[in-house]
């Protein structure tokens, strides 16, 4: 079975620096891509940017780029959203999901990241 | 950017009644490998999106046969023939022809 464990809620206070992880088990961890997706409180879904796990092939949009890193682990199947100076409207759930290159076709539960002084 | 807009933005439904949503793109969704890369989302309450239909009109493993997708180019309609309690929920299209884009949401509602 198909499995994306994402890690646990954050509370930051701005400025701080943070990196999620999302684990993927039940396939071939660097067969597939992995992307992230914010959704601020209330609102709907943004697609961040994809990571390929087999050479770290990385795509992020550009409505996120320079605000964001993805990485991934291929030795321990983990991928990595992090920020390196956090603001509120960081604030947000934030979901990986298994991205075959059409569609995204499994989702982590989501972690919500707090941002507040 | 691709732009996706759905309608309506909210849909109360009488259960067991038909529900449809419009996905329209400001651009052609056909990908010059002849592919369309339109997919549907369900995103229950407190829960992460699930993935309905991919590719225009294929339902994804496990999901019931009342829910179809159809349309080409740029509009595109997600169908559920007849509405449950458990379909309470907002539905997102969204394109991966280019850099993912999704559409607003449409929130169903039961009356």
Same mark, same amino acid.
């Not at chain 2, 309609?77 to 007849?82: F, N």
């Given at each position: 079975?198909?499995?994306?464990? $994402?890690?646990?809620?954050?509370?930051? !206070?701005?400025? &701080?620096?943070?990196?999620?992880s999302?684990?993927?088990?039940?396939?071939?961890?660097?067969?597939?891509?992995?992307?992230?997706?914010? $959704?601020?409180?209330? !609102?709907?879904? &943004?697609?961040?940017?994809?990571?390929?796990p087999?050479?770290?092939?990385?795509?992020?949009?550009?409505?996120?780029?320079?605000?964001?890193?993805?990485?991934?682990?291929k030795?321990?199947?983990?991928?990595?959203?992090?920020w390196?100076?956090? !603001?509120a409207?960081?604030?947000?759930?934030?979901?990986?999901?298994?991205?075959?290159? &059409?569609?995204? $076709?499994?989702?982590? $539960?989501?972690?919500?990241?707090?941002?507040?002084? | 950017?691709?732009?996706?807009?759905?309608?309506?933005?909210?849909?109360?439904?009488? =259960?067991?009644?038909?529900?449809?949503?419009?996905?329209?793109?400001s651009?052609s969704?056909?990908?010059?490998?002849?592919?369309?890369?339109?997919?549907? =989302?369900?995103? @229950?309450?407190?829960?992460?999106? %699930? =993935?309905?239909?991919?590719?225009?009109?294929? %339902?994804?493993?496990?999901?019931?046969? @009342?829910?179809?997708?159809?349309?080409?180019g740029?509009?595109?309609? =997600?169908?559920?023939? %007849?509405?449950?309690?458990?379909?309470?929920?907002?539905?997102?299209?969204?394109?991966?022809?280019?850099?993912?884009?999704?559409?607003?949401?449409? %929130?169903?509602?039961?009356?």
């Amino acid at each position: 079975e198909v499995q994306l464990v $994402q890690s646990g809620a954050e509370v930051k !206070k701005p400025g &701080e620096s943070l990196k999620i992880s999302c684990k993927g088990s039940g396939y071939t961890f660097t067969n597939y891509y992995i992307g992230w997706v914010r $959704q601020m409180p209330g !609102k709907g879904l &943004e697609w961040m940017g994809i990571i390929n796990p087999g050479d770290s092939d990385t795509r992020i949009s550009p409505s996120f780029q320079g605000q964001v890193t993805i990485s991934a682990d291929k030795s321990i199947t983990t991928a990595y959203l992090q920020w390196s100076s956090l !603001k509120a409207s960081d604030t947000a759930m934030y979901y990986c999901a298994l991205y075959p290159g &059409e569609y995204f $076709q499994h989702w982590g $539960q989501g972690t919500l990241v707090t941002v507040s002084s | 950017d691709i732009v996706m807009t759905q309608t309506p933005l909210s849909s109360p439904v009488t =259960l067991g009644q038909p529900a449809s949503i419009s996905c329209k793109s400001s651009e052609s969704l056909v990908h010059s490998d002849g592919n369309t890369y339109l997919s549907w =989302l369900q995103q @229950r309450p407190g829960q992460p999106p %699930r =993935l309905l239909i991919y590719k225009i009109s294929n %339902r994804f493993s496990g999901v019931p046969d @009342r829910f179809s997708g159809s349309g080409a180019g740029t509009d595109f309609t =997600l169908k559920i023939s %007849r509405v449950e309690a458990e379909d309470v929920g907002v539905y997102y299209c969204m394109q991966a022809t280019q850099f993912p884009t999704f559409g607003q949401g449409t %929130r169903l509602e039961i009356k």
